[in-house]
């Protein structure tokens, strides 16, 4: 898709805002600088006004509105949106999204992710109609991030999303971030992350679940990345209710067998191994007010923001473990946020890198109320720089281990998910 297309939204640095000082389309309507969700990045600003009218129903819809009375069926180009960075001209947006090894920040990008998949899903819901209620949009889960090659500060990139496939109250949305190393690169080489978002529409006013515009795939790739989106729903389906079922005596001998070695750390600590580590010992936390600037448009915390602080916290709990710069390489996703990380296990004689599995825990938490609950859980994989494994600084991951059978539990439900992933 070419700059120039309609669906082709351009993103500009925002250390002023655009809006500024812009004259107001009529006296009622609010500036699109003060909506919430704004400062985020520039993507979301980038975004909100391109998609202004219809986020401008969202946030002020008819009193008593009706509720959509008859499903559209649509295709997936009619939600297809893509986002351009012009990285390469701009150098005030190039530095926004600059980490310290001259790539571009991966937290960023998955709150710029989180955010097009949102005005994605609201393209494909959205009936036209100004006079029914719009629905409720919200991120259910992130079904894979991966990280196919590093991603330049210094090229121009583009992001291209759109609806794949619908259920009766649920979508999944595949982005793919695509940045062009040199003339010669295919569509295929210049692939560099994909990601899948699935969003759960719910009756804005009644919360209970809604049904969403069909979707009738048109290409032989259309129709190809339907079935495999199928696929991966009804393998969801039958992870929730408990398909794959081990036996009491099997699960006791694996939590056994994970159990062993931290017992020694615990009870024989000098006879520990060295190339070992107690779970617990790899914890990180931080802790941050969420302001009115990190909620969405329906007053609730921006799931990429979620995103965003989960990852840093991620990246920083396996810089500390390995003591080498990590390399990320997948995800699968005014309140007072606590998020809590540790390294749930690694895989350090893969062929291709070690693998460090990080886990992320989001709190909500209001001391007012002395009630604390889970709002997301994240699961980040990193392997290490291929630079770092050429050092003959005798670079080695150590195993991580459980001291606890909760620990333990935790880990094997991981890594039973990644294997029926696989």
Known sequence: MEPGSPNTIPVFSTFASPYDGAAPINGARKPISLWPGMYHSPVTIALWETRSRTFERLLDPPKDAPPQ????????????????????????????????????????LLEDLDALAGTISVKHCCDEDSTT???????????????????????????????????????????????????KSNATDSVALTANFIFVARDSKTHKAALVNRLSPETDQEKLLFEEAEARSKLRKRKSVGERKETD????????????????????????????????????????????????????????????????????TAYAFAGL???????????????????????????????????????????????SEVSNTFYFTFTVRPEAKSLENGFRIRNVVPATEEEARRILERMDAETLQL
């Open 249 to 316: 005596d099997g699960i006791a001998k694996r939590l056994n067998e994970l159990l062993t070695e931290g017992r020694i750390f615990s009870d024989m600590p000098a006879l520990a191994d060295r190339n070992s580590i107690l779970l617990r010992d790899t914890h990180l936390e931080n802790s941050l007010i969420c302001q009115p600037q990190q909620r969405n448009i329906h007053g609730r915390i921006f799931g990429g923001f979620l995103m965003h602080r989960a990852f840093e916290l991620a990246f920083s």
């Open 325 to 371: 710069v990590p390399c990320f390489l997948e995800v699968d996703v005014g309140d007072f946020l606590r998020f809590k990380s540790c390294v749930l296990y690694t895989e350090p004689e893969k062929p291709d890198g070690p693998l460090i599995f990080v886990e992320v825990v989001a709190h909500v938490t209001r001391p007012e109320l002395r009630s």
């Open 69 to 108: 009375s008859e499903l559209q069926v649509k295709t997936p180009a009619q939600s297809r949106t893509s986002i351009l960075y012009g990285f390469s001209s701009d150098y005030i947006l190039r530095e926004q999204y600059r980490d310290p090894w001259n790539e571009v920040r991966i937290g960023k």
């Open 133 to 183: 209620r719009p629905l409720l949009l919200v991120t259910a889960s992130v079904d894979k991030i991966v990280l196919k090659k590093p991603i330049s500060v210094d090229i121009d990139l583009k992001i291209v999303g759109s609806v794949i496939w619908v259920g009766r109250s649920s979508m999944e949305i595949q982005l793919e971030v695509i940045q062009f190393s040199g003339e």
